[in-house]
């Protein structure tokens, strides 16, 4: 095995154990918060939101990071160990961290909607559009993720560079409508 292949089954490996332990904390993570749920129901809503807030900052710092390797990757030579530094990189962030924030901010925010405010509210439905929006432009990244690794991608880093504000200027639009809840 020459080195670079090495390397890159190190990568492989570090990486599956990566996933495996992040998904092993999640588990544990909502096991915790189901036996909340079970045996203090009425303790629970605010365990909700912290979580769900945690859930979204941990989905933000990803979905603010990862547009801005893919804007290095873009520059970076194909094949280049650069390159599948990048590709590493890029696939851990979504799988470890990006994907599995998005799935607790959608279940935890989901029911706090219904506990809380019974879907009800203008802001409210902004709010989720606007999420639905979140989850679209991730649903890009994914793709572009799967495009990089593939040696695929025909961005040009300037592309990369603008995508990575639509994440930011959601969030704000997000933020507004929770906290000062204009209609």
Do not use: C
């Amino acid at each position: 095995m020459t080195m670079m292949g090495a390397d890159n089954a190190n990568s492989t490996n570090s990486g599956s154990g990566a996933t495996r332990r992040a998904a092993i904390a999640i588990a544990i993570f909502l096991v915790l918060a189901g036996l909340l749920f079970l045996f203090g129901p009425d303790d629970f809503y605010p365990w909700a939101k912290a979580i769900h807030v945690i859930a979204v900052i941990s989905w933000m710092a990803g979905m603010l990071y990862l547009p801005r390797l893919l804007v290095y990757h873009a520059d970076a030579e194909k094949g280049s160990v650069q390159s599948e530094t990048f590709k590493v990189m890029e696939r851990r962030l979504l799988r470890g961290i990006i994907n599995p924030a998005m799935v607790i901010t959608w279940a935890f925010g989901l029911w706090l909607a219904w506990k809380g405010f019974g879907f009800q509210g203008g802001w409210l439905h902004a709010k989720i559009a606007a999420v639905v929006g979140l989850s679209a432009v991730h649903g890009y990244f994914a793709g572009a993720v799967r495009k990089f690794a593939e040696d695929r991608n025909e961005k040009p880093a300037r592309h990369w560079r603008i995508v990575n504000e639509i994440p930011t200027l959601l969030m704000v639009v997000i933020v507004v409508l929770v906290i000062v809840k204009p209609f």
